[in-house]
């Protein structure tokens, strides 16, 4: 396969970005053109919630530019996505369709968690940097404008990963008022800062031992040329860190800003986000900050070349979203051997029905997901744990997964012990369409039939093998040296919604070993 040209819009809270990518399986993503336009979309939907007309108009003006821009480069695909700025918007669908009209770019919403899961492939596009830092414990830290998202590795897993609604821009649009009244401006930051960050530590990092702190921001990069202005370091210890900070404090930000070569325009944001990390550093303890100079667009392209077969990665990403869902069920206390035993069930179920099911390897990861979390409400009240699960999943980040993915894995939860819904009464109070709908009956009624396998909890089969006998009935032949009277009789039960989705009639044998 030759090169491909492949396009990369970035619509962000203070900045419009176009990145041209040539990806090759050869050479790899290497890029051609990297064009930024200065623009505060946040400004306005964080102080108002919606965006000027002035601003759209903007907006669609230099979407024009890039759209001209990447038919000069030779641009064979692109994408362009919109984060929080956009995402929070009152009149979202109004402002999309304006600018689809407008210019003929169809922007992408991206939920926060494929937000941060394409930020964090941007940085592992780096491969063997990557896998190196992971290795210790290390915290991922993406600032942007609207927020910040903190995720933790431990020996090379994702542990978990939160958002804290508070980024650079949204940080000093709160505080614009504060700013004119005090001349204690950064200690009224901090102190806004702290109850968020001594929350997550007390949740989350708890006795972690976070070496590395790799940061991910419009701003790191100016702080890490000023530092090693005489080398090419993509690492600053604690120690640097905290002298530029007091230097900083002490020459205020108007001199530094011009010190670091940071135009007056992009430095309102310089002192919010130097806070950010200064209090960044104090409750993780870590020792250095690591630079990887990459961004969304990254991602994008590191995603694309992927999904493309362009690039084969070294770092299992599915695996994160796997062991990010563990660890919510961790949280939740959940019965990890039956969720374990659960998980071999459903997935050996859905393996051999590859042929009638109609599903991909995508919709696979769903349901394992489902699985892992079905029971986490009994955390919260056992009479109606499949709605409190559903609460859960629905309030819960999964990296990784779109709004609509984790809607759909919330629905197949709800409706593993409640009455399914017709899709009319879904779409009630959901967006989500009828193939959406159809993928959740066909996801929920494996989950059903999983668990009543395992109804007692104690893990009695030993071993399982699927086969499709006819076109009308499937068998499922288990090794047990116990007495399955129970999951039999709740087989059966199970069995009617499997049938009346598939039209396939389970039926359940069991071997009995000696």
Do not use: W
Not at 83 to 91: G, H, P, V, Y
Request: aromatic share 8%; hydrophobic share 40%; net charge neutral.
């Amino acid at each position: 396969m030759g090169c491909r040209i492949f396009g990369a819009i970035d619509v962000g809270s203070y900045e419009v970005n176009l990145k041209i990518y040539e990806l090759s399986a050869r050479n790899g993503i290497r890029v051609l053109n990297h064009v930024r336009h200065r623009m505060e979309l946040g400004r306005d939907t964080y102080a108002t919630g919606k965006i000027s007309t002035e601003l759209t108009d903007e907006l669609c003006a230099v979407l024009l530019d890039f759209k001209q821009m990447m038919k000069e480069f030779g641009v064979e695909d692109y994408r362009a996505c919109a984060t929080s700025a956009i995402r929070e918007t009152r009149n979202t669908l109004v402002f999309l369709d304006r600018i689809f009209l407008r210019t003929g770019i169809r922007l992408e919403i991206l939920s926060n968690s494929e937000q941060r899961f394409l930020g964090y492939k941007s940085i592992a596009s780096n491969e063997e940097k990557f896998q190196d830092i992971i290795e210790q414990g290390t915290a991922i830290v993406d600032v942007g404008g609207g927020s910040i998202q903190i995720s933790l590795f431990d020996k090379e897993n994702l542990v978990t990963t939160q958002n804290i609604r508070l980024g650079t821009l949204r940080l000093r649009e709160r505080l614009t008022d504060v700013a004119e009244r005090t001349v204690h401006y950064t200690a009224v930051m901090e102190e806004l800062l702290n109850n968020e960050l001594r929350t997550y530590r007390k949740l989350f990092l708890k006795d972690r031992n976070i070496q590395n702190i790799l940061l991910v921001g419009s701003y790191i990069q100016y702080v890490n040329q000023y530092i090693h202005s005489s080398s090419e370091s993509s690492r600053i210890t604690r120690t640097e860190f905290f002298n530029f900070y007091d230097d900083f404090m002490n020459q205020g930000s108007q001199v530094m800003a011009e010190k670091m070569g940071i135009s007056q325009e992009n430095s309102s944001l310089l002192l919010p986000t130097l806070v950010m990390y200064k209090r960044l550093m104090d409750e993780t303890g870590a020792e250095n900050v690591i630079i990887v100079g990459t961004d969304l667009g990254d991602g994008l392209a590191y995603d694309y070349a992927e999904r493309s077969r362009i690039v084969k990665p070294k770092h299992n990403f599915e695996n994160d979203i796997i062991e990010s869902a563990r660890n919510i069920a961790k949280r939740y206390h959940t019965n990890k051997s039956h969720a374990q035993m659960m998980e071999h069930l459903a997935l050996t179920i859905f393996d051999k029905m590859k042929s009638v099911h109609g599903l991909d390897r995508r919709e696979r990861l769903l349901l394992q997901i489902a699985v892992l979390l079905h029971d986490c409400g009994k955390y919260i009240n056992m009479a109606q744990s499949s709605a409190c699960s559903y609460n859960i999943i629905m309030a819960t980040e999964i990296i990784g997964l779109s709004h609509a993915e984790r809607e759909m894995v919330a629905n197949v939860v709800r409706f593993n012990s409640s009455l399914f819904m017709s899709y009319e009464e879904l779409a009630a109070g959901s967006l989500l369409d009828r193939e959406e709908y159809l993928i959740i009956a066909k996801l929920t009624a494996i989950l059903r039939v999983a668990n009543a396998l395992d109804r007692s909890h104690k893990q009695k089969i030993k071993d399982i093998k699927v086969s499709m006998k006819g076109g009308h009935t499937m068998q499922i032949l288990v090794d047990t040296a116990e007495d399955l009277t129970l999951e039999q009789a709740l087989f059966r039960e199970k069995a009617e919604f499997f049938e009346e989705v598939y039209s396939i009639r389970p039926v359940l044998k069991a071997k009995k070993l000696l």
